[in-house]
């Protein structure tokens, strides 16, 4: 007997969980309030999904998998400075983005800190390159401005899930974009 289908759109649900967890975090997203926001019984939900840690661990992988997808578009232009500009930017227009919850679900969720540290490697790995490229000086410390950018982006994300206007998250990578270390010039 194959049981009985699924009365619900599994791809629009994990979205739903995504959107939840962002919101509250994975300690305060009780299996009610997912079952109520998805619009699915228990039962339903721990037959597609299992329970709800293994919820989190898929609906945390879709998120990050969409933040890894914008990071490695910036990181292809053409120098660093350009590359963490437009994470930057696009880290500060995503916490303030009026359709989704303030701040990264990725940089605030305890839960998460190995995907921070993917991160932290995918900053790194291209001020690496700016630092071969010659666009960043050869002695800059990528390793430690990496983690910088790090902290700078949860601080970003802190700041708007505190109320913070998209000026001011923007204002905060402005001011980080303005430390990055200038390649000597050419003449």
């Known amino acids: 007997m194959a049981g009985r289908p699924r009365s619900f759109d599994r791809d629009a649900a994990l979205a739903v969980a995504v959107e939840q967890f962002w919101r509250a975090g994975y300690d305060e997203t009780s299996v009610a309030i997912l079952t109520a926001a998805m619009g699915v019984t228990p039962p339903s939900l721990y037959a597609a999904f299992g329970d709800k840690h293994r919820l989190f661990e898929e609906a945390s992988s879709v998120y990050f998998q969409r933040t ?3 990071v490695d578009r910036a990181a292809a232009l053409p120098t ?3 590359a963490i500009a437009q994470i930057l930017d696009d880290a500060a227009r995503a916490h303030t ?6 701040g990264c679900l990725m940089l605030t969720e305890p839960r998460l ?6 991160l932290r490697r995918r900053l790194q790995d291209r001020l690496d390159q700016g630092v071969r490229d ?3 000086p050869a002695t800059t410390n990528t390793g430690r401005l990496a983690l910088f950018l790090v902290a700078v982006l949860r601080g ?3 700041c708007a899930r505190d109320g913070g206007s ?6 905060i990578a402005e001011a980080a974009l ?4 200038q390649a000597p010039r050419v003449d």
């Open 113 to 118: 800190a190995a995907q921070r540290e993917a």
């Open 80 to 82: 660093a400075r350009d």
């Open 166 to 171: 998209a000026e001011e998250v923007m204002a």
């Open 156 to 158: 970003m994300s802190g």
């Open 97 to 102: 983005d009026s359709e989704t919850p303030p």
């Open 178 to 181: 303005a430390t990055l270390p």
């Open 134 to 136: 010659g666009d960043l």
């Open 68 to 70: 890894c997808e914008a």
